[in-house]
């Protein structure tokens, strides 16, 4: 059995096939790379230092401003 190449330009389909995929790989590329790049340090140093003004009051503890 004899194959058959023929060379032939890829026509228009084709083209435009290759340009969406090409351009959902870059758009995926560039929100992954921006989400890493926006990502905020983490300091490693134990348990982050107790700041009493946040802390929300128990439900449980009756306020003493009332």
Avoid: Q
């Avoid at 290759?18 to 134990?46: I, M, N, P």
């Amino acid at each position: 059995m004899t194959r058959f190449h023929i060379e032939r330009e890829p026509g228009t389909r084709e083209n435009v096939g290759a340009l969406a995929v090409t351009l959902g790989v870059a758009a995926v590329t560039f929100y992954v790379v921006r989400a890493f790049l926006a990502r905020e340090t983490v300091e490693s140093g134990g348990a982050a230092p107790h700041d009493p003004s946040r802390a929300l009051p128990s439900p449980d503890v009756p306020d003493e401003t009332a």
